[in-house]
Every structure is written in structure tokens, then in C-alpha cells.
């Protein structure tokens, strides 16, 4: 079946750091991968959506400068968290969608990341 | 706005029993519904999708159904095991690519 690879599985950093967050479908392209956030004993929320070789559209209360979002190639998008504080603490999972359309989206295993 | 809602948020059961959970959404335009299981501290594993044109779909001990004009969706989990112990999402797609995820069930299947 369809695999999405997402690295690293966690990160501990130290506040202000930024950190990245790479997803990868392995075995499909996509021409639309998906991030959400999801905050303990919470259900996930969209964060973005990242359509490759265009810009990343936003959810509503979603920092556009905070998370960056690159979609490079139909293979792999990149979160990155900028100047990360505590309150950013989360975990954090991508999604992708295969291009032939019709499929359900895939997901990652998912990043926990830790701001301390 | 679409809200989606699954209740209870935990379960806990012997194993054996068959099993039903729940999903209630707000919105009855949706393009599918997918239910999801997510073991602790990992992401989401796809179980079924049902478009919304489709009554239900089964995956082995699993079975899902669709009522799109009152909002429901069940998934019926047969003979549990243990190893079925994880949370449980539901998650519809409107129009747009987005899914809406709700809260999730815990379940615990004890030996």
C-alpha cells in the first residue's frame, strides 16, 4: 500500500530554534500533501495544505511565518517551525494524496516535538 | 461550519464482544467519510473509506456504514482482540480536499 515516510519521529529543542520536518510519499506522487497538529486527548487540525510548485494555503489562525512550507517536487513537502517556543510543542502529521485522485489521503507516523 | 463527533470518547470492553462506534457529522454534503485508527504516540492508519454515494464498505472483521442524510457513519468491529486497542478516527471530506477530523474513541480491548 501506499506509504508516506515523515522525519524526524521527534525532536527536543531548545526555544528559538527552527526545525524542520520533512514528508515523503514513497511509492506515489502527490501532487497535494496535507499538515495537521494534534494537541494531547485533541483530534487533528489542518494546518495547511501544500500543493507542489505553488504556495501553501493556510488555515484560518495559522502563521504563515511561523510554519513554512515548502512542496518542492511531488514526492516531498517540508514543514518548518521558525524561532520555536514552547506553546509549539505539539505533534505534528502530514498527509498526501495520491495524484491520480479518488484515493484516501495517507498519512505519516507523525513528528513529536518538544520546545523546552 | 462542518463539525464531526464521536461519542463515547473511550470504551473499554473484554475481548470477544462485537463492537459499534460511532460518528455524527453536521454537514450532509460530504464527498466520502474515512475512519482511521491511530496507535499512541503514531499516526493515522487508514481502515475504510466510504464515498458518499456508497451504503458501506468491509475490510475483514470491519464494516462501515454511511448514512449521509442523517449524519451518521458506524463502524462495526467483529469478534475484538486486543491488538484492536487504539483510537479511532472519523473523518469526512467536504467539498474541498480537507478532512474533518473528530475527537476520536479510545478503545481498550482487555484479554
Known amino acids: 500500500g501506499a506509504v508516506v515516510s515523515q522525519h524526524p519521529s521527534w525532536v527536543i529543542c531548545k526555544s528559538g530554534t527552527s526545525v524542520k520536518i520533512e514528508c515523503r510519499s514513497l511509492?506515489?506522487?502527490?501532487?497535494?500533501m496535507f499538515w495537521y497538529r494534534q494537541f494531547p486527548k485533541q483530534s487533528l487540525m489542518l494546518m495547511a495544505t501544500?500543493?507542489?510548485?505553488?504556495?501553501?494555503?493556510?488555515e484560518q489562525g495559522v502563521e504563515k511565518d511561523k510554519f513554512l512550507i515548502n512542496h518542492a517536487s511531488l514526492t516531498l513537502s517540508t514543514l518548518t517551525v521558525t524561532s520555536a517556543h514552547p506553546e509549539d510543542s505539539s505533534f505534528y502529521i502530514c498527509?498526501?494524496?495520491?495524484?491520480?485522485?479518488?484515493?484516501?489521503?495517507?498519512f505519516g507516523d507523525g513528528t513529536r516535538l518538544s520546545i523546552l | 461550519k462542518q463539525e464531526v463527533t464521536q461519542i463515547p470518547a473511550a470504551l473499554s470492553v473484554p475481548e470477544g464482544e462485537n463492537l459499534v462506534l460511532n460518528c455524527s457529522f453536521t454537514?450532509?454534503?460530504?464527498?466520502?467519510l474515512q475512519w482511521f485508527r491511530q496507535d499512541p504516540g503514531k499516526g493515522l492508519t487508514s481502515l475504510l473509506l466510504?464515498?458518499?454515494?456508497?451504503r458501506e464498505q468491509t475490510s475483514g472483521r470491519l464494516n462501515a456504514s454511511l448514512d449521509k442524510s442523517s449524519g451518521r457513519s458506524t463502524l462495526y468491529i467483529a469478534a475484538s482482540q486486543p491488538g484492536d486497542s487504539a483510537t479511532y478516527l472519523c473523518?469526512?471530506?467536504?467539498?474541498?480536499?480537507?478532512?474533518?477530523f473528530g475527537k476520536g474513541m479510545k478503545l481498550t480491548v482487555n484479554p
Open positions: 466510504i464515498q458518499s454515494s456508497q
Open positions: 473523518a469526512v471530506r467536504g467539498g474541498s480536499e480537507k478532512l474533518v
Open positions: 511509492d506515489f506522487q502527490a501532487t497535494t
Open positions: 501544500s500543493n507542489e510548485g505553488s504556495k501553501a494555503t493556510y
Open positions: 498527509s498526501a494524496r495520491d495524484a491520480t485522485g479518488g484515493q484516501p489521503q495517507h
Open positions: 454537514d450532509s454534503a460530504i464527498y466520502n
